[in-house]
């Protein structure tokens, strides 16, 4: 009687025994990845060397900034096209229109506007593009690049329209704006400097440079970018030492 009550026990301690020793012939199981399986920001704290990590950064950022640098100069050879002819055909006419409301302007076009839309139409240093991602995302860290592919700290004021900063102050709205993909960041960031009011002096560097025959400099047109922090002037100089303590890493 005893060894019958006994015998459903045994049972499950052979089996417990044979689970722990298939699970020591496995070994331990591997660390488990925090980050979604679909996310399409690398994970750049994998890095331990800093030189490393830089340059992973920047070999993924530069393809995508490049690509929206060359859809801008694509758009802006055709404009100064159209803007060189004294009469436009009804679809030259429309994409015209299209442009500039794109680029936050009322046609039609006076000549003003249309030296203010040129301005507006132009892509930015890549150097520059860079160091301000490597700035407000922490290399690509932060969890506003990580979860909301935003690289830049742009904001949005729309509730659900992105990530709610963990600093936000009682009584603000602001969300840090999601973005599909980094790309999208990236086009946004390039929209916002060509077209927000703030960086105004900074569309007018690159102008002048323009006419005088020059490739527009990111040392240069960093000098504009003051008011996209509330640290002024002090940003500034951060991303003017940036851009020159990490060129060698850029265009590895």
């Given at each position: 009687?005893?060894?019958?009550?006994?015998?459903?026990?045994?049972?499950?301690?052979?089996?417990?025994?044979?689970?722990?020793?298939?699970?020591?012939?496995?070994?331990?199981?591997?660390?488990?990845?925090?980050?979604?399986?679909?996310?399409?920001?690398?994970?750049?704290?994998?890095?331990?060397?800093?030189?490393?990590?830089?340059?992973?950064?920047?070999?993924?950022?530069?393809?995508?900034?490049?690509?929206?640098?060359?859809?801008?100069?694509?758009?802006?050879?055709?404009?100064?096209?159209?803007?060189?002819?004294?009469?436009?055909?009804?679809?030259?006419?429309?994409?015209?229109?299209?442009?500039?409301?794109?680029?936050?302007?009322?046609?039609?076009?006076?000549?003003?506007a249309?030296?203010?839309?040129?301005?507006?139409?132009?892509k930015?240093?890549?150097?520059?593009?860079?160091?301000?991602?490597?700035?407000?995302?922490?290399?690509?860290?932060?969890?506003?690049?990580?979860d909301?592919?935003?690289?830049?700290?742009?904001?949005?004021?729309?509730?659900?329209c992105?990530?709610?900063?963990?600093?936000?102050?009682?009584?603000?709205?602001?969300?840090?704006?999601?973005?599909?993909?980094?790309?999208?960041s990236?086009?946004?960031?390039?929209?916002?400097?060509?077209?927000?009011?703030?960086?105004?002096?900074?569309?007018?560097?690159?102008?002048?440079?323009?006419?005088?025959?020059?490739?527009?400099?990111?040392?240069?047109?960093?000098?504009?970018?003051?008011?996209?922090?509330?640290?002024?002037?002090?940003?500034?100089?951060?991303?003017?030492?940036?851009?020159?303590?990490?060129?060698?890493?850029?265009?590895?």
């Amino acid at each position: 009687m005893i060894a019958r009550s006994l015998r459903f026990p045994l049972i499950l301690l052979l089996a417990l025994l044979l689970v722990l020793a298939w699970l020591r012939q496995a070994g331990p199981a591997p660390a488990r990845d925090a980050r979604p399986a679909n996310a399409l920001v690398p994970d750049f704290s994998q890095y331990q060397e800093v030189p490393e990590k830089k340059k992973a950064f920047f070999n993924f950022m530069r393809p995508l900034v490049e690509a929206e640098n060359a859809r801008i100069i694509t758009e802006r050879s055709r404009l100064k096209s159209l803007l060189a002819k004294k009469k436009l055909s009804l679809a030259e006419q429309q994409w015209l229109d299209s442009l500039a409301i794109r680029y936050d302007l009322t046609p039609p076009l006076d000549e003003a506007a249309k030296t203010k839309l040129l301005r507006r139409v132009d892509k930015l240093p890549v150097a520059l593009v860079l160091v301000q991602a490597a700035n407000e995302s922490a290399w690509g860290t932060s969890r506003f690049a990580v979860d909301g592919n935003n690289f830049f700290g742009q904001w949005c004021y729309v509730a659900g329209c992105g990530l709610v900063p963990q600093e936000r102050i009682d009584g603000a709205s602001h969300e840090v704006a999601r973005f599909a993909n980094p790309q999208a960041s990236v086009r946004s960031y390039i929209h916002n400097i060509n077209t927000n009011n703030a960086y105004l002096g900074l569309r007018q560097i690159r102008e002048t440079a323009r006419q005088k025959g020059q490739e527009p400099k990111a040392e240069n047109l960093v000098q504009g970018l003051g008011r996209y922090s509330e640290r002024g002037r002090a940003y500034v100089r951060e991303l003017t030492d940036m851009i020159g303590h990490n060129r060698r890493y850029m265009f590895d």
